[in-house]
Nanobody, 126 residues
Framework: QVHLVESGGGLVQAGGSLTLSCVFSGRTFTFNNYAMGWFRQAPGKERDFVATISASGGDTRYADSVKGRFTISRDNAKNTAYLQMNSLNPEDTAVYYC?????????????????WGQGTRVTVSA
């Protein structure tokens, strides 16, 4: 079984930055065989795609709403994926989830992710 644990959420003022981390663990599973993604769910809304990175780290995709402000990355030696978030605004307030897909290419569809973390809350004040 794969386990994903997010951290790094918190309260930040508009214009500020946060970096989320997602640690992957699984006794017989290899992190660099999985594409990773970040999704978010704002209060009263559906879970939305934010960013994805291929298993090798060589390809990334972003939601239009975060393009140019957020950066997804991964360190396969540390079994960790990251989401660097800059120029945050109140509309970025949400619970952020990381997910792992058994596909190795970038994946935007949440239905194609096999494992999910418990989420970390990000609150951006005006």
């Amino acid at each position: 079984q794969v386990h994903l644990v997010e951290s790094g959420g918190g309260l930040v003022q508009a214009g500020g930055s946060l970096t989320l981390s997602c640690v992957f663990s699984g006794r017989t599973f290899t992190f660099n065989n999985y594409a990773m993604g970040w999704f978010r769910q704002a209060p009263g809304k559906e879970r939305d795609f934010v960013a994805t990175i291929s298993a090798s780290g060589g390809d990334t995709r972003y939601a239009d709403s975060v393009k140019g402000r957020f950066t997804i990355s991964r360190d396969n030696a540390k079994n960790t994926a990251y989401l660097q978030m800059n120029s945050l605004n109140p509309e970025d307030t949400a619970v952020y989830y990381c997910a792992a897909s058994e596909y190795t290419i970038v994946i935007l569809d949440s239905m194609l992710y096999n494992y999910w973390g418990q989420g970390t809350r990000v609150t951006v004040s005006a």
